[in-house]
């Protein structure tokens, strides 16, 4: 047997908080004054109002404690983050999967604010991500933003099944119900216009090369007055839910001004345009230094598939796991939007999409998007450079054709090493053994 040296605390004077809804219980641990190398210990309890917390912050100065560590619970970790970190405090946030009750030790809030002290002085789990707070402000607009489009777009379902209640084949005449033509014909019908044929006159553009359809479509025998009322009552849901919209637009527009450089680079990849660019920067922010590795990112996002393999066994499905919503929701939309053009990421996205599952296609796409994203935010001066949609066609497709070239002629007894005569292609390192 030998004596080892522990290994030194990452921070001297740190503070654990558990928090509720109500209390934080907090604990401070901070270096012995009496017996060197030993640790002081103090649990406290205060309220979750802004004067208690202020309050609490005082008592951490007055131990000149400068790491403060709290479990991620629901919402109510935000207000202490948000005041400590505004006194000066170096805040982190960990994950409650992480912050564990071990077996054999007694789950109360006080021991659970002890543990977290324990973990922050010795630096044992790393913090969570939490973005500064002008990205954290226009996150609070462009998140409602997202949750109003939702509900928009729920609305405007319910809609169409209140037509196909009422027996009014519309939405299976025009493609937008609530374009110009379609908008037009609602409201005439809620006006109390019931004639197919002057409803149908209200086509517009090429909808008018359908006036006859539109007229059998347009039948408003089995339209009820009930079926009227909850109509103008979903349309005037939906016109709310526009102007709520707009308003937040606006707002998002102007607090995405210090970041319009970021923008551009962001919406220059194909799929991702200035609303998606401004909802990904709100989930990820600009400073890129938080991610060391697009990998980092990648696996934040939970766009990374984890294989889980036990004695040669695949364990359960292999799924990402459950990430941002909100950054999933706009790299998704970025995915279906990518994958509609004729650019590199689309022709991944076509390519994978031929050998596995929709779902599984997009989040493959959605990780390339992400490393882009990693690489231009990185780097100010970096401009997005599309591979060109022809790029496996031109690139891997010969590389694999010189790889199946090697493996016959190897059957064959030969030993080959391939080299590129063009000198701004790379070398194909393909080397085969007879």
Not at 44 to 70: K, P
Not at 109 to 119: N, T
Not at 344 to 358: C, D, Q, T, V
Request: aromatic content about 6%; overall charge positive.
């Amino acid at each position: 047997m030998r004596d080892v040296e522990d290994e030194p605390l990452f921070v001297d004077r740190v503070a654990g908080l558990d928090i509720g809804k109500k209390e934080i219980e907090v604990t401070i641990r901070v270096p012995s004054e009496t017996r060197a190398g030993r640790r002081m210990s103090e649990s406290r309890t205060f309220g979750t109002t802004h004067a208690e917390l202020l309050n609490l912050a005082d008592w951490l100065r007055s131990w000149q404690v400068s790491t403060v560590g709290m479990e991620a619970t629901g919402d109510y970790w935000k207000p202490p983050f948000f005041v400590l970190e505004g006194q000066g405090f170096d805040c982190q946030l960990y994950n409650a999967g992480q912050v564990k009750a071990l077996p054999g030790r007694p789950k109360t809030d006080r021991a659970d604010s002890i543990w977290l002290g324990k973990i922050v002085e010795r630096g044992m789990i790393v913090s969570s991500f939490v973005p500064p707070e002008p990205i954290r402000r226009l996150r609070t607009h462009t998140r409602y933003r997202r949750s109003l489009v939702q509900a928009s777009t729920s609305e405007k379902q319910r809609v169409e099944k209140l037509l196909e209640d009422a027996h009014l084949k519309l939405t299976s005449m025009i493609s937008d119900l609530f374009g110009v033509s379609g908008r037009g014909m609602l409201q005439a019908i809620i006006g109390g216009q019931r004639d197919p044929k002057v409803l149908a006159q209200l086509a517009r553009g090429r909808m008018r090369m359908k006036i006859a359809a539109l007229e059998q479509a347009l039948d408003c025998s089995f339209l009820t007055e009930e079926h009227v009322a909850v109509l103008q009552m979903m349309l005037a849901t939906i016109d709310h839910y526009d102007r709520q919209i707009a308003t937040l637009t606006a707002t998002i527009e102007q607090l995405i001004e210090p970041y319009t450089r970021q923008v551009e680079q962001l919406d220059e990849i194909p799929g991702i345009g200035t609303v998606g660019a401004a909802d990904i920067i709100a989930e990820i922010g600009v400073d890129m230094s938080v991610f060391a590795t697009p990998a980092h990112l990648v696996s934040w996002a939970k766009f990374a598939p984890q294989v889980k393999k036990s004695a040669g066994k695949r364990k359960g499905s292999n799924a990402t796991g459950r990430g941002n919503p909100y950054l999933a929701a706009a790299l998704g939309e970025a995915a279906i939007g990518a994958g509609n053009t004729q650019s590199f990421l689309g022709a991944r996205y076509r390519r994978l999409n031929r050998r596995m599952p929709k779902k599984k296609a997009l989040v493959a796409t959605g990780n390339s998007q992400l490393v882009i994203i990693h690489a231009l935010l990185s780097d100010p001066g970096a401009r997005y450079q599309d591979l060109g949609a022809d790029y496996y066609e031109t690139r891997m497709h010969v590389r694999r054709q010189a790889r199946n070239h090697v493996k016959s002629l190897e059957r064959l007894g030969y030993k080959v090493t391939i080299e590129s005569i063009a000198p701004d292609e790379e070398h194909l390192p393909l080397t085969s053994t007879g």
